[in-house]
């Protein structure tokens, strides 16, 4: 299984782009990569997930360069209301089922 | 989470006794995970559930601990002789969607006393 590796928190104001990116040196071929936002008290929930390139939702955009060893997930203009907890993961994806390991997180911040 | 209930939604117990937790996900979804979450830490993996499989039991911390599923449907989690440590809130999950994303369910927080 691939690890990820993430910075363990972020901090940014209201109405800034963040980017959080997570290392993934040892994806495999098959791997998908997804994130999750997790507020306290409540399960983690899929934001967003990709294989190659570049991949935008209405929530977030995440930028995988062409090796896929790393991914940027990307929250433009962020309210108070995103302060959260961000997972990668890498694995289960389109078709896909396996054994999922979620890493630390990054501790996203958001202040006024 | 869409498609996953969990019951009890908090248990206190006394150290010593067992628990027992469940999942029941919307029929028809193959693959179940239970993790464990200890206050302000990630995510802990510990079993996974794959149809007919043998379930991957390689997160379980201990033989206290262990967990049955019948066919696509209930889980349960059981733990044994609980401890102070085993402490926090357990999460189900399923996949669904398009993506073959993980759905949550809210969770059951456990508290040993």
């Known amino acids: 299984l691939a690890k990820t590796t993430q910075p363990i928190s972020m901090d940014s104001y209201e109405g800034q782009e963040v980017n959080i990116t997570c290392s993934h040196n040892?994806?495999?071929?098959?791997?998908?990569i997804t994130w999750y936002q997790q507020f306290p008290s409540q399960g983690p929930r899929f934001i967003i997930q990709?294989?190659?390139t570049k991949v935008t939702n209405e929530v977030a955009s995440l930028f995988i360069p062409a090796d896929r060893k790393s991914s940027t997930l990307s929250l433009p203009r962020v309210s108070l209301s995103d302060t959260a907890v961000y997972y990668c993961?890498?694995?289960?994806?389109?078709?896909?089922?396996?054994?999922?390991?979620f890493g630390q997180g990054t501790t996203l911040q958001v202040k006024p | 989470g869409a498609g996953v209930s969990q019951s009890p939604s908090n248990k206190v117990t006394e150290k010593g006794k067992d628990v027992e937790l469940r999942c029941d996900p919307i029929?028809?979804?193959?693959?179940l995970y239970w993790y464990r979450q200890r206050l302000g830490q990630g995510l802990e993996f510990l079993i996974y559930?794959?149809?007919?499989?043998?379930?991957?039991k390689s997160g379980l911390p201990s033989d206290r601990f262990s967990a049955e599923r019948t066919g696509e449907s209930v889980s349960t989690l059981t733990i044994q002789r609980t401890q102070q440590e085993d402490s926090a809130v357990y999460l189900c999950?399923?996949?669904?969607?398009?993506?073959?994303?993980?759905?949550f369910g809210p969770g059951t927080r456990l508290t040993v006393t």
């Open positions: 993961l890498v694995g289960v994806g389109s078709g896909n089922t396996g054994k999922l390991i």
């Open positions: 040892n994806i495999a071929t098959n791997d998908y």
């Open positions: 990709g294989y190659k």
């Open positions: 029929s028809g979804h193959t693959a």
């Open positions: 559930f794959q149809g007919n499989s043998a379930p991957d």
């Open positions: 999950a399923i996949i669904g969607g398009l993506l073959y994303e993980q759905y």
